[in-house]
């Protein structure tokens, strides 16, 4: 691990061109350095706190000017990193910055690595981990739906809820190890039953917590729907209209789609990579044949597909062919030209649709897409796909340590109700409390520290 009693600096601002860029130093001899290479148009004893000085930045060495600066001083603690830091906001020239990070250097910073201005905040008490890892969700979100769910971690929801639960655990082993410590006083001690039932009680809401995983992962990271159907079905129709715009080329000519095309798009304030894939039929020609079995292997990496069905037509045994050929994946079904005269029964449509969600649509006119969108996001999350409130865990090690919490804890409950030794259960709540620390960084991070921070940005 780098050496966290250096002096670091960064750009904290986005990189590339713009308005103003934000280059932040800090660490110990943050001011000292600062004080040497900004010069502020009205004289300072010392640098203010909190307070933006108008001034300019110069090379000590040269004597030359950098650029106009607006420099701001935040004094330890009360900083970000919870320690001295400063930051200069220089015109947004990549020039600029790249003098001003020179000289910096030189008169004795050294860059930052990625992470470690939020590195340092976790060290000096500033956020916990679990806080820490909310500030690249924050810093990555596309939506403002994730951007929603990352802030709530980036404040310390998943581990304020934590506390009640850490603290109850805590309770139990206090208990049961005053059972162990004093066995021959005469101590007013829970039953053993009682005590299996709070575990049991905790392990329920660790329960739901863990369920949350599948939404809250698709809520961080998005999820790739693939468009699927017969030639002509109007995948790349309604390819554009859930994308909302004409990106992929629509004729009447059967297979002028021969390759997925895929855009970002976002459904329920959720990414989405659209794959607009090619016509799927039978005796294909050999080019338009390669473009089918890259559809095949797109729908089998897809989180969702939806399989386009052009309901103006008869249904035909290339029809039924299709259906069977995807039964092995689970669709959503799109009965397409919803504006033309329908010539599928409803007896026909139940029949092929069997347990797969269903909707009508027209591509073309745009009726029924908002439909389609809610039965795609009921179809990946279940019931209750409109519920925003409450914790959704987004991150894998999160939910890693809370499965395993949850197991230690079910193997304590047993362990009290089987008449077991109280050492029995109380090796496992040891171990769970610890993994439920692991989340926050309160026990055993160190050797994750690295791998967290590495996938943070340069200057945050």
């Known amino acids: 691990m780098v050496d966290l009693n250096d002096t670091i600096c960064a750009l904290s601002s986005a990189p590339g061109r713009s308005g103003i860029a934000v280059v932040r130093v800090s660490g110990p001899e943050c001011f000292e350095i600062i004080s040497r290479i900004f010069r502020p148009r009205s004289p300072y004893r010392e640098l203010p706190e909190r307070r933006a000085l108008l001034g300019s930045i110069g090379d000590p060495r040269t004597g030359a000017d950098v650029d106009e600066a607006l420099v701001t001083c935040f004094h330890a603690p009360h900083s970000y990193t919870g320690e001295n830091v400063a930051e200069a906001s220089v015109h947004g020239s990549p020039v600029i910055v790249s003098q001003l990070l020179e000289v910096l250097c030189r008169e004795g910073a050294r860059l930052a690595e990625p992470g470690e201005f939020t590195l340092r905040a976790f060290l000096h008490g500033r956020m916990d981990l679990a806080q820490a890892e909310g500030v690249r969700d924050v810093i990555e979100a596309n939506t403002r739906y994730q951007l929603q769910v990352a802030s709530r971690q980036r404040a310390g929801e998943l581990s304020e809820q934590l506390q009640p639960i850490k603290k109850l655990w805590t309770d139990v082993i206090v208990s049961l190890e005053a059972a162990v410590e004093f066995v021959e006083e005469d101590l007013a001690i829970e039953s053993r039953a009682l005590l299996a039932a709070k575990l049991d009680e905790t392990a329920g809401e660790l329960a739901k917590w863990i369920g949350t995983f599948r939404r809250g992962r698709i809520v961080r990271d998005g999820f790739s729907l693939a468009i699927a159907g017969r030639p002509n079905a109007g995948k790349s129709s309604l390819f554009n209209a859930l994308l909302a715009e004409e990106r992929s080329i629509v004729t009447e000519i059967p297979g002028t789609t021969r390759d997925a095309v895929s855009e970002f798009a976002s459904i329920g304030g959720i990414p989405v990579r659209l794959i607009d894939t090619a016509g799927l039929r039978e005796g294909a020609e050999r080019v338009e044949r390669i473009g089918v079995d890259r559809s095949l292997r797109v729908m089998a990496d ?72 809610q039965a795609i996001q009921k179809h990946l999350f279940g019931e209750g796909t409109g519920e925003r409130d409450g914790l959704l865990v987004t991150n894998l090690r999160h939910c890693q340590c809370l499965e395993e919490a949850h197991r230690a804890l079910s193997r304590a409950a047993v362990a009290l109700r089987d008449g077991l030794s109280e050492e029995f259960a109380l090796a496992d709540l040891h171990a769970g409390l610890k993994k439920l620390g692991e989340i926050t960084g309160e026990t055993s991070v160190e050797e994750l520290l690295g791998e967290i921070f590495s996938r943070f940005c340069i200057g945050k």
């Open 302 to 373: 897809a989180d969702a597909i939806v399989l386009v069905v052009d309901t103006s037509r008869p249904c035909t045994e290339e029809d039924d062919l299709l259906r069977a050929r995807l039964g092995e994946f689970s669709c959503v079904v799109a009965f397409n030209k919803s504006d033309l005269p329908d010539v599928w029964t409803a007896s026909q449509k139940a029949r092929y649709g069997a347990d797969w969600p269903c909707v009508e649509v027209s591509a073309l006119r745009g009726s029924g897409i908002d439909r389609l969108r």
